[in-house]
C-alpha cells in the first residue's frame, strides 16, 4: 500500500504468474473510478509504451515526410490527409492543431508504410491527442496502438478481415438477438451499412457528440479494445442493439437505416444516466 502505481506495476509483472493473469489484472485496475492520468499510465504500460526506447525517431521521420521522394510515393495518402484534417474533430483548444495533426498522420504513413491510410484513423489520433496533449507521445502511442493491438488486422488491400467481423458480428446478433437479426434480414439491412465506421475509428467517431465533461462510454470502449480486441467489440453492439431493440422493432420500412446510422451515434444511452445500464447490459453477454 506504499507504493506508486508505477512501482506496483514493477511488482506485479515480476510475479510467476503474471502472464498468466495478466489481461485480468488490467481489465481489474481499470475497472476502478481512476483519473484519467492513471488510465493512460495503464494503457501505455499494457503496450509497453515507451517513446524514449522507441526504434520510431519522431524528429526524424517527420524531416523524411517534408522531402519530394516522400510526398511524390505517398502523393494519394497525403491528398486524403488534407481532406481529412479539416473535418477531424478535437476538444482542445490549440491553433496547430491541423499542422500537429498532419504531422502525426504523415509520420505515421512513413512508418508503417504497410498499412493504407484511410478516413477513419485520424479520427482515432484525435482522440489519442486529445487525451495526451503532446503530439511526439501521440504518434508513438499510435504505432503502439497499430502494433500492438488487433486493429492493424482490418487495414489490409480489401478489409478482407473486417468482412470476416461482419459475418461473425451478424451470427451472434443471430444467436443473442433473433428479433433485431430478422428485421435486419426484412429489410436487408447488412450491417456493414452502420458498423464499419464504428470498426475503422474503435468508436471514436461518437467522440463529438459525447457529452462534453464525459466520455466514460469510449474510454470504455477503448479499455477492453485494448486488451481483449474485437471480441469487445461484439458485446458492446450487442448491448446497443438490445438497449435499443423495442425502438428498432418499432420500425418502419425505410427507416431503419437512418435510425442506425444518425440516431445511434446522438443517442442518449451514452450519457452518464444510461452509461451503467448500458454496461450491465453488455456485460451480462458471454
Given at each position: 500500500k506504499y507504493l506508486e502505481n508505477k512501482d506496483k506495476f514493477k511488482l506485479i509483472c515480476l510475479g510467476k504468474y503474471f502472464m498468466k493473469i495478466k489481461n485480468q489484472i488490467y481489465k481489474y485496475l481499470l475497472n476502478n473510478d481512476i483519473s484519467l492520468e492513471k488510465r493512460l499510465h495503464i494503457w501505455k504500460s499494457y503496450l509497453k509504451f515507451?517513446?524514449?526506447?522507441?526504434?520510431?525517431?519522431?524528429?526524424?521521420?517527420?524531416?523524411?515526410?517534408?522531402?519530394?521522394?516522400?510526398?511524390?510515393?505517398?502523393?494519394?495518402?497525403?491528398?486524403?490527409?488534407?481532406?481529412?484534417?479539416?473535418?477531424?474533430?478535437?476538444?482542445?483548444?490549440?491553433?496547430?492543431?491541423?499542422?500537429?495533426?498532419?504531422?502525426?498522420?504523415?509520420?505515421?504513413?512513413?512508418?508503417?508504410?504497410?498499412?493504407?491510410?484511410?478516413?477513419?484513423?485520424?479520427?482515432?489520433?484525435?482522440?489519442?491527442?486529445?487525451?495526451?496533449?503532446?503530439?511526439?507521445?501521440t504518434f508513438h502511442f499510435l504505432i503502439c496502438l497499430f502494433n500492438l493491438t488487433q486493429i492493424r488486422d482490418i487495414y489490409d488491400d480489401e478489409f478482407h478481415y473486417l468482412k470476416i467481423l461482419f459475418y461473425s458480428m451478424e451470427r451472434i446478433i443471430y444467436l443473442y438477438l433473433p428479433k433485431i437479426y430478422s428485421k435486419l434480414k426484412d429489410q436487408?439491412?447488412?450491417?456493414?451499412?452502420?458498423?464499419?465506421?464504428?470498426?475503422?475509428?474503435?468508436?471514436?467517431?461518437?467522440?463529438?457528440?459525447?457529452?462534453e465533461n464525459d466520455v466514460s462510454f469510449l474510454l470504455h470502449i477503448w479499455d477492453e479494445f485494448i486488451i481483449e480486441g474485437w471480441k469487445s467489440f461484439f458485446s458492446a453492439w450487442l448491448a446497443i442493439l438490445k438497449f435499443l431493440e423495442n425502438d428498432i422493432l418499432k420500425l418502419k420500412e425505410g427507416d431503419i437505416m437512418n435510425f442506425l446510422t444518425n440516431k445511434i451515434r446522438n443517442c442518449v444511452l451514452f450519457q452518464k444516466e444510461n452509461y451503467e445500464k448500458l454496461l450491465e447490459i453488455k456485460n451480462s453477454f458471454k
Open positions: 515507451n517513446s524514449t526506447s522507441s526504434l520510431y525517431n519522431y524528429k526524424s521521420i517527420l524531416e523524411e515526410t517534408k522531402t519530394e521522394i516522400f510526398q511524390k510515393a505517398n502523393e494519394q495518402s497525403v491528398i486524403q490527409i488534407n481532406k481529412d484534417i479539416n473535418r477531424t474533430y478535437f476538444r482542445t483548444k490549440d491553433k496547430n492543431l491541423s499542422n500537429i495533426l498532419y504531422n502525426i498522420l504523415t509520420s505515421f504513413v512513413y512508418s508503417e508504410n504497410k498499412i493504407n491510410y484511410v478516413q477513419g484513423i485520424n479520427s482515432i489520433t484525435a482522440f489519442i491527442y486529445d487525451l495526451t496533449k503532446n503530439e511526439e507521445e436487408n439491412m447488412q450491417i456493414s451499412f452502420f458498423m464499419s465506421a464504428y470498426f475503422i475509428t474503435i468508436f471514436t467517431i461518437l467522440y463529438p457528440n459525447l457529452p
